[in-house]
């Protein structure tokens, strides 16, 4: 095989990803105005849908916009030489491997956020504002994107850093110490995450004493679930969408709940919430998907480790001094039809998943206040209750409020 063959191959599986997802998204705004099922026509009433599929049809233009822009904006820069052109930049400052990767993926990660920018202004400024999801200000919107480039400046390209130190310690073998390297980085983040890297953006503050606390201590007892650390996430100053989340293991497991879920929710509606999530706990789901992610990664690094010394990959960009930086982003190209795959078998499972934790939730609590809670979670959210079933396969990791609601029903 050639370099241009390969060059090739990657055009077409750009093209190619983009062309399904458009038809995937095309199907599914087809059901935008569809009539809400029985069991979901209390979530809008008339006013309220108009407003949701407004607001579908409004997100589906604007990405296609978006998602347009950035393939022409790929194809651009793989036809006129761009990963040469920066490659050459980064060059000039030193002869260094690991400074000029990371010089390399300075200026191409920056560039793109950059570009990004605009888009993701109006995302949160014009669309979001319109429809009365956002709380951000400008200046927050701003700092965010500072302390995001900060961060992956220092995790990022601490960890590239690392990898391609290793590659030149051991070769082909580096993805071994890659993948340990990962895996520890991994655990230590589901650890230590909600500790660390969520108060940099987020004020979080215990739950404080009161009937909500007593209520889920009480649950938490009847399932001999330990849950002492309950914190609330300041949401509200970015958005008036709602969550809650599990992090952590042992003694540094903890919950997570957004202060708009509190304003949203009646308290037995938080409680079974939190059941629910205690059932991805207790099922072991959370455990599954971290240690599925880090075999992946295994399998991702390994076939890297493959390919990475083949001058094909970076002649395949253009590229004529071949580097472990311009492999790095040759692989990655071509690895998107397999990541495509795994990603759906991920969804699968997860599809799978919240099924379980729904079934815990109803067995050890009661259905009829998560069937409520996620009802008005999906209208405050102006979420899309009739979605193309093929739409759901590829891309859902929950199944349908309407699946789920019939599984709790039954």
Same mark, same amino acid.
């Given at each position: 095989?050639?370099?241009?063959?390969?060059?090739?191959?990657?055009?077409?599986?750009?093209?190619?990803?983009?062309?399904?997802?458009?038809?995937?998204? /095309?199907?599914?705004?087809?059901?935008?105005?569809?009539?809400?099922?029985?069991?979901?026509?209390?979530?809008?009433?008339?006013?309220?849908?108009?407003?949701?599929?407004?607001?579908?049809?409004?997100?589906?233009?604007?990405?296609?916009?978006?998602?347009?822009?950035?393939?022409?904006?790929?194809?651009?820069?793989?036809?006129?030489?761009?990963?040469?052109?920066?490659?050459?930049?980064?060059?000039?400052?030193?002869?260094?491997?690991?400074?000029?990767?990371?010089?390399?993926?300075?200026?191409?990660?920056?560039?793109?956020?950059?570009?990004?920018?605009?888009?993701?202004?109006?995302?949160?400024?014009?669309?979001?504002?319109?429809?009365?999801?956002?709380?951000?200000?400008?200046?927050?919107?701003?700092?965010?994107?500072?302390?995001?480039?900060?961060?992956?400046?220092?995790?990022?390209?601490?960890?590239?850093?690392?990898?391609?130190?290793?590659?030149?310690?051991?070769?082909?073998?580096?993805?071994?110490?890659?993948?340990?390297?990962?895996?520890?980085?991994?655990?230590?983040?589901?650890?230590?995450?909600?500790?660390?890297?969520?108060?940099?953006?987020?004020?979080?503050?215990?739950?404080? /004493?009161?009937?909500?606390?007593?209520?889920?201590?009480?649950?938490?007892?009847?399932?001999?679930?330990?849950?002492?650390?309950?914190?609330?996430?300041?949401?509200?100053?970015?958005?008036?969408?709602?969550?809650?989340?599990?992090?952590?293991?042992?003694?540094?497991?903890?919950?997570?709940?957004?202060?708009?879920?509190?304003?949203?929710?009646?308290?037995?509606?938080?409680?079974?919430?939190?059941?629910?999530?205690?059932?991805?706990?207790?099922?072991?789901?959370?455990?599954?998907?971290?240690?599925?992610?880090?075999?992946?990664?295994?399998?991702?690094?390994?076939?890297?480790?493959?390919?990475?010394?083949?001058?094909?990959?970076?002649?395949?960009?253009?590229?004529?001094?071949?580097?472990?930086?311009?492999?790095?982003?040759?692989?990655?190209?071509?690895?998107?039809?397999?990541?495509?795959?795994?990603?759906?078998?991920?969804?699968?499972?997860?599809?799978?998943?919240?099924?379980? /934790?729904?079934?815990?939730?109803?067995?050890?609590?009661?259905?009829?206040?998560?069937?409520?809670?996620?009802?008005?979670?999906?209208?405050?959210?102006?979420?899309?209750?009739?979605?193309?079933? /093929?739409?759901?396969?590829?891309?859902?990791?929950?199944?349908?409020?309407?699946?789920?609601?019939?599984?709790?029903?039954?």
């Amino acid at each position: 095989m050639t370099s241009t063959i390969l060059f090739y191959i990657i055009i077409a599986i750009i093209i190619i990803n983009f062309v399904v997802d458009k038809v995937l998204d /095309a199907l599914n705004a087809r059901h935008f105005n569809d009539a809400l099922p029985e069991d979901l026509q209390d979530v809008y009433d008339n006013t309220e849908y108009k407003k949701s599929q407004h607001y579908k049809t409004t997100n589906y233009k604007f990405g296609l916009i978006t998602s347009t822009f950035s393939m022409l904006l790929t194809l651009g820069f793989l036809l006129f030489d761009g990963f040469e052109v920066v490659d050459d930049i980064a060059r000039t400052f030193s002869d260094n491997p690991i400074i000029i990767a990371l010089i390399f993926f300075g200026i191409i990660m920056i560039g793109s956020d950059m570009i990004s920018t605009p888009f993701s202004y109006y995302s949160t400024f014009v669309i979001e504002e319109k429809f009365g999801f956002n709380k951000t200000t400008r200046t927050l919107f701003f700092i965010d994107k500072i302390k995001g480039w900060l961060m992956m400046a220092i995790l990022g390209g601490g960890i590239l850093a690392l990898i391609i130190w290793f590659y030149q310690i051991t070769g082909p073998g580096f993805w071994l110490y890659a993948w340990a390297l990962v895996a520890v980085f991994s655990l230590f983040m589901n650890m230590f995450y909600s500790k660390l890297i969520v108060p940099l953006f987020n004020k979080q503050t215990p739950l404080e /004493a009161g009937s909500l606390r007593d209520s889920i201590a009480a649950y938490a007892k009847t399932v001999g679930f330990k849950l002492d650390k309950i914190f609330v996430i300041d949401g509200s100053k970015r958005s008036t969408k709602a969550n809650a989340y599990f992090s952590g293991f042992g003694r540094e497991k903890r919950v997570t709940l957004y202060d708009t879920l509190i304003n949203d929710l009646e308290e037995d509606e938080i409680v079974a919430v939190l059941a629910h999530e205690v059932g991805h706990y207790k099922k072991k789901h959370i455990i599954f998907n971290l240690f599925a992610s880090i075999l992946l990664t295994g399998l991702t690094l390994f076939m890297l480790s493959l390919f990475i010394s083949n001058p094909l990959l970076s002649n395949a960009l253009g590229v004529t001094t071949p580097s472990f930086h311009i492999g790095l982003v040759a692989f990655g190209l071509l690895y998107a039809p397999i990541s495509e795959v795994t990603g759906l078998i991920m969804n699968i499972f997860s599809r799978k998943f919240e099924y379980q /934790a729904d079934d815990y939730a109803k067995n050890t609590f009661k259905p009829e206040p998560l069937i409520t809670s996620l009802k008005k979670l999906s209208k405050n959210s102006l979420s899309n209750l009739t979605p193309h079933p /093929a739409y759901v396969f590829m891309h859902y990791s929950h199944p349908t409020l309407l699946e789920r609601i019939r599984n709790l029903k039954a």
